[in-house]
């Protein structure tokens, strides 16, 4: 999104951008603008990962936070060894271990329902003071151009959206209900199928987190235009992935799909003067970075793989491409680094997903099957699938003869992460958070 590159073109082993890497801000700190970041406290885009690159100001919130940052059950203390052997010898058994894993649920429901509030609870800093930071940077320096860029984490799991977005709602939940139907939705041993009781409600905490991003940014749009900032401002809301509730069997977004609920996300620029259409051609976020140069008249750099949305060379009808990797293992066999990796090719009308793993690929009629629940058969709309297998080998192509000295920097940066006991995730970090490291 900042370098209009793809994730996997520093190689699967390689988090963050590059030392030395072109971006959105530094692009725009070039041609004169202040620059300023806020990111709720994402470990993984920490300054650590290179995205204070280009930025005047950087703020990740990281030192604020005092959760554990668990999605998990908080229980106080690790598992004890003891426990361990017990659940070890339940579960060589299905039926007992299934009763185990039933009761230990139930008692850590009961320890920890009435031992945290909502905001102990909460591992990243909620829209508001994310919001009241960038506001009082804004009003430090009304008379110069400005990039500002806000990444909000309250729509994450663990879903602990803040009372004030609850309440907006209209039927909030108490603090225990909140507690409980994380907790549940976060167990690993139920089936898929078991979820669906409380799926409802679980959306209704997600949807109460997006709501609270919604309330403040209206309240930073207001603010723009208190300080007489707005008419002449360029806006864009975006986001790097969807999330899952049962769509396809699955929680949270897990990298070993790629289907529309995870990639489709909400586009929304907005520039002084263009009067309001919808667009429905898909568009990658490759292109957002140049998008926004090309409204700031503004050059982009050669590095951008990405083209501006409103240049009249861009065809409307372009292929938009998603990737993924679905650990971050690094296997010693170079033959066998691509195996869990899923690539995505996608028109207004079809999509196609391949999957290195298993060498196959699947094409989807998304008009006819939104949800995507039934490939097209191999002899069905050949010249669509030949087409979009062609751009996914170009694609590999280019990923594997480019960016060579950005990969090596790269690779210098890590090598110091790599050999020190720091390189375990943050304690600021839910577990969910773990399947979106875009390696």
């Not at 003071?129 to 994450?156: C, I, T, Y």
């Not at 799909?257 to 309001?276: T, Y």
């Not at 691509?338 to 090719?345: E, K, S, Y």
Request: proline share 6%; with cysteine; aromatic share 10%.
């Amino acid at each position: 999104m900042l370098a209009s590159r793809y994730p996997l073109s520093l190689g699967r082993e390689n988090i963050g951008l590059s030392p030395g890497e072109s971006t959105l801000a530094t692009r725009l700190k070039q041609a004169g603008y202040r620059t300023a970041a806020f990111t709720a406290g994402n470990p993984y885009l920490s300054d650590r990962f290179g995205y204070h690159t280009g930025f005047d100001h950087f703020e990740d919130f990281s030192q604020s936070l005092k959760s554990t940052g668990s999605a998990a059950p908080p229980v106080a203390g690790k598992i004890t060894f003891f426990n361990r052997r017990i659940a070890k010898a339940c579960h060589k058994l299905p039926p007992l271990g299934a009763a185990y894993d039933e009761a230990y649920f139930r008692y850590t429901s009961w320890k920890v329902l009435n031992s945290h509030s909502i905001d102990e609870l909460r591992p990243y800093s909620s829209a508001d003071k994310v919001v009241n930071s960038a506001s009082s940077w804004l009003e430090q320096g009304r008379d110069s151009p400005f990039f500002l860029w806000l990444h909000f984490m309250d729509a994450h799991a663990p879903y602990l959206p803040a009372r004030e977005a609850l309440n907006q709602m209209g039927t909030p939940f108490d603090g225990r209900r909140i507690r409980y139907l994380n907790l549940w939705w976060n167990r690993h041993d139920l089936k898929a199928s078991s979820f669906s009781a409380h799926v409802g409600d679980v959306m209704y905490l997600y949807d109460a987190g997006i709501r609270w991003v919604d309330s403040q940014i209206q309240r930073l749009t207001n603010q723009l235009r208190a300080l007489q900032l707005w008419d002449n401002c360029v806006l864009a809301l975006t986001a790097d992935h969807g999330e899952e509730f049962l769509d396809h069997g699955g929680r949270f977004h897990k990298t070993s799909s790629l289907a529309q609920e995870l990639i489709h996300v909400p586009l929304l620029i907005r520039e002084p003067g263009m009067s309001s259409q919808a667009a429905n051609t898909p568009f990658s976020l490759l292109n957002l970075a140049p998008t926004l140069l090309d409204s700031l008249e503004v050059g982009a750099p050669n590095s951008f793989r990405g083209k501006s949305y409103w240049s009249e060379k861009t065809e409307r009808d372009s292929i938009a491409i998603s990737e993924c990797v679905a650990n971050c293992n690094n296997p010693y066999l170079k033959g066998k680094r691509v195996g869990p990796r899923l690539l995505a090719l996608r028109l207004r009308q079809h999509k196609l997903v391949f999957d290195f793993e298993s060498s196959t690929d699947r094409l989807f009629d998304l008009e006819r099957d939104p949800r995507e629940l039934h490939p097209l058969p191999r002899d069905h709309s050949k010249p669509i699938r030949c087409r979009l297998l062609e751009a996914a080998r170009k694609h590999l192509a280019e990923a594997a003869n480019s960016n060579a000295d950005l990969k090596i920097a790269a690779c210098v940066r890590g090598l110091p992460l790599q050999t020190s006991r720091q390189l375990e995730v943050p304690e600021a970090c839910p577990s969910p958070a773990l399947i979106e490291v875009p390696v």
